[in-house]
């Protein structure tokens, strides 16, 4: 018995003349832009480059071929939706989208091999997004704290202060990458009033047992009556439940992170009860969501440039860079609502897609048919 297979519409010679136009204008437009980059970001940082005698082979193999991967990506977007238009609008141009049609092409057909496209484009992004670019931020981080001056103490905040269970506060100050810090205390409240801390400076931590040592340190018990009671000792050695990952920026943190460790740090500091659950949620559900606007972008960009209109590829760019900094920018704004928690994260970081998704299907169907 045959399968039913009526959802595949083949892969002819017109789709492969498509998708070679689509995928070459892309790559095209991607590495112009790269080089560019490129060569402004060197003249940028050359002298730093040549005050901290960073030598060649690593700015190559440990900064740019670490930064490119993540560039490209954050604009994949973009550049996907300018090379759609810029070739679509020049086939309209020359009355090729029209002969498809008038042969017998139904509009949805003509679609099938941008989508193609676009699925290549998407899934590039998402194992980018899920995989290749946190571990290429590691290196990219590692490489700019070392030949980059402003850089080296930016990876932490002066003041660090972090939940680690529910009642249970860490504060640190002054924490750098030789993994010690001026001033730390640990807080352990009952309901809103302090019930007992303890208070150590100039400490360390080793980052593999998490035992934190200072050679004197002071226990402060306040009794119901509010009463403060202190007592000094000496050689601190305590082990304090707290990732050392947890004491960077969290932006910074959860961005390089592989999917997998996003998840579980995701509910590890979910169990602590951190404050920073929503920004590590929007980093999750970004990954996924952007790549996702290939298909969305897509179909605005063939939608929109299908037609012949006076201005031709000149005037469809110029509204298709319009619509995809309007989209950029919603990104933005929903983020920033997301992260404040005043919309729910999945709500925020997908509401762009969804807005421009209906913009996709008015515009479709609003195509030449």
């Known amino acids: 018995m045959k399968r039913n297979m009526s959802w595949w519409p083949g892969f002819k010679t017109l789709d492969r003349y498509i998708l070679s136009k689509f995928l070459k204008t892309y790559i095209f437009a991607i590495a112009m832009i790269t080089v560019i980059l490129v060569v ?11 005050a901290t005698k960073a030598p060649m082979s690593a700015i190559i193999l ?5 930064f490119i991967p993540d ?14 238009i810029f070739f679509t609008s020049k086939m309209a141009y020359q009355t090729e989208i029209i002969a498809m049609l008038s042969g017998g092409m139904s509009f949805r057909r003509l679609m099938w091999p941008y989508f193609l496209g676009a699925f290549a484009i998407m899934a590039l992004s998402l194992s980018l997004n899920l995989w290749v670019i946190p571990t290429s931020q590691i ?6 704290r070392q030949y980059f001056p402003k850089k080296k103490n930016e990876q932490f905040d002066r003041h ?15 924490y750098n990458r ?4 001026s001033y730390m205390v640990l807080e352990r409240y009952e309901g809103t009033r302090v019930a007992e801390a303890l208070e150590a400076s100039s400490v360390k931590v080793d980052p593999k047992t998490r035992h934190w040592t200072a050679e004197r340190y002071i226990i402060r018990r306040i009794d119901s009556l509010g009463v403060e009671h ?11 439940d707290i990732d050392i990952r947890e004491l960077g920026k969290v932006d910074n943190v959860v961005s390089t992170m592989k999917i997998e460790e996003l998840n579980g740090f995701i509910e590890q500091q979910r169990a602590k009860g951190s404050d920073s659950i929503n920004i590590m949620e929007v980093e999750r559900h970004c990954r996924y969501a952007y790549p996702f606007a290939t298909f969305i972008l897509t179909l605005i960009g063939v939608s929109l440039s299908s037609r012949k209109v006076r201005g031709g590829t000149g005037l469809h760019i110029g509204i298709g860079i ?5 989209y950029i920018m919603f990104n933005r704004v929903f983020e920033e609502f997301a992260k404040s928690g005043s919309l729910p994260v999945i709500l925020a970081v997908w509401m762009p897609n969804i807005i421009f998704a209906i913009i996709g299907i008015y515009l479709y169907r609003k195509a030449p048919k």
């Open 160 to 174: 660090i202060y972090r939940q680690m269970s529910p009642g249970e506060f860490f504060y640190v100050r002054g």
């Open 71 to 84: 560039f490209i990506n954050q604009f994949s977007g973009l550049f996907t939706f300018i090379s759609v």
């Open 322 to 326: 319009t619509l995809c900094f309007s």
């Open 230 to 240: 202190f007592e000094q000792h000496r050689d601190l050695d305590t082990l304090i």
């Open 139 to 144: 290196k990219c981080e590692e490489f700019r």
């Open 178 to 181: 030789s993994n010690s810090a």
């Open 40 to 50: 402004f970001d060197y003249a940028e940082r050359v002298d730093d480059f040549t």
């Open 62 to 66: 440990d900064y740019y071929v670490n």
